[in-house]
């Protein structure tokens, strides 16, 4: 027809927006307006900052793994000794490293000999993990050689000991001190066995930024551990590092045909993949919770349209009886709600970004009005509370509250645009 205008016309635009900002003196539901719009705003806020920050704690939490631990861990299959243990010292290990070098994607190889012995300064002992690892193979672990605070060189390496700063902070030592560390597996004498007690001088004093692994964590030179825990001439592991941690499983073939037989296999995944997997699960349930926060807010412009739909019944009447068709008085409440929703939406993204950008002076704050202790690193394992703004969990957070509160827009419109003229102004 030649009367028939194109949908989303300037003038639905033009009634829309005075229906909008009408104040109820006036038959509009202005504080029912801002009630909608702040609440959209909020669920968006939070659903990006948490999404944010589950993201950041995620890649940070990953990252302090892979970046100072092996990705992939070759041991011996091992044998039966006299005495019912298992034995799995590897005996020819630089050839072993070096055959797993060759495997594809590998990009270091190194043999350790691991114990867990008592470190002791003065009056302060505390448990900790020695890593025995050759000085070329130690300045290729991310997290040691580039970590987030250091004290000393670690070139110097090879004439002590490198330890943790929770090491450090426990017995009290810095660069230079000397520290001893206790074995209880010592010589068996006559008279029982003696605990063997060494002395090194700290050399290097690293914080991966990872809590367990600063507090009991330990470096010494290969030939150095092999002497101390008996084990001359051999080690008790291959520590394997590949181009993805990502995607360990796919080397993991080739690591298995360059070792050979008689080896087992134990990936950072295999270590962790429990944790990681309920960090999985809390992410989906968290944006399942956080969705059905929008959905309430939503509803607020449910209640808002239909308060805005019975006061202006009296103008919807009117506009029919000029020549309105149905399909304009909805797409005029459809505007009505679907504005609100989409403003709301649109300064949640801009509070949620603003949260993750400036996360730490925030985080800061907070832990300063607490009184400190907000954030305890023995629990969480990282020292901060990270965050990651990736464009995926912005497009979720946005798509969710748009189709939530354009969709709850549709039901009050069609209800406006089904509005009998003639009962609209029957009374007035």
Not at 193 to 198: H, K, N, W
Not at 296 to 305: E, K
Request: contains cysteine; neutral net charge; hydrophobic residues 50%.
């Amino acid at each position: 027809m030649a009367g028939r205008t194109a949908p989303f016309s300037r003038f639905e635009w033009m009634i829309a927006w005075r229906y909008i900002r009408a104040k109820r003196a006036e038959g509009g539901v202005s504080t029912m307006t801002w009630i909608s719009l702040v609440g959209i705003t909020l669920a968006v806020f939070a659903l990006i900052a948490t999404l944010a920050v589950r993201a950041g704690f995620r890649t940070e939490f990953v990252d302090t793994i892979v970046g100072a631990n092996a990705h992939v861990t070759v041991y011996e299959q091992g044998v039966v000794t006299p005495n019912g243990g298992i034995d799995r010292r590897i005996e020819d290990y630089d050839a072993l490293a070096r055959a797993i070098r060759t495997a594809p994607g590998v990009t270091r190889a190194a043999p350790l000999v691991r114990g867990q012995v008592m470190a002791n300064n003065q009056q302060n002992n505390t448990g900790v993990e020695v890593y025995g690892i050759a000085p070329e193979d130690l300045a290729t672990i991310p997290r040691i050689a580039n970590p987030v605070e250091a004290a000393g060189d670690i070139g110097h390496f090879a004439d002590g000991i490198a330890i943790g700063s929770g090491v450090a902070r426990e017995l009290g030592v810095m660069v230079g001190d000397r520290i001893r560390i206790i074995s209880p597996n010592g010589q068996r004498t006559a008279f029982g066995t003696s605990p063997r007690v060494s002395a090194f001088e700290v050399t290097y004093i690293f914080t991966a930024g990872r809590w367990d692994i600063d507090r009991t964590r330990v470096y010494l030179p290969l030939a150095e551990a092999q002497l101390f825990f008996n084990k001359d001439g051999v080690a008790d592991e291959i520590e394997v590092m590949v181009t993805d941690p990502d995607q360990v499983d796919r080397y993991l073939a080739g690591i298995r045909t360059a070792a050979g037989d008689g080896y087992l296999i134990w990936t950072w995944r295999d270590s962790a993949g429990s944790f990681l997997r309920a960090l999985t699960v809390e992410d989906n349930v968290m944006f399942v919770i956080l969705s059905i926060l929008v959905l309430i807010a939503s509803m607020n412009i449910i209640s808002g349209l239909i308060m805005l739909v019975k006061n202006k019944g009296r103008d919807i009447g009117i506009l029919r009886t000029m020549g309105l068709t149905e399909g304009s008085v909805l797409r005029v409440f459809f505007i009505c709600g679907a504005g609100i929703g989409t403003i709301g939406t649109a300064l949640g993204i801009v509070l949620g970004c603003l949260f993750a950008i400036y996360i730490d002076p925030i985080f800061s704050f907070v832990n300063y009005v607490a009184g400190g202790g907000v954030w305890d690193p023995s629990i969480r394992g990282i020292y901060d509370l990270p965050a990651e703004l990736r464009l995926v969990d912005v497009v979720k957070a946005s798509a969710l509250s748009l189709a939530l509160s354009w969709i709850v827009t549709i039901f009050p419109a069609r209800r406006a645009a089904r509005m009998n003229p003639v009962e609209a102004l029957r009374y007035e």
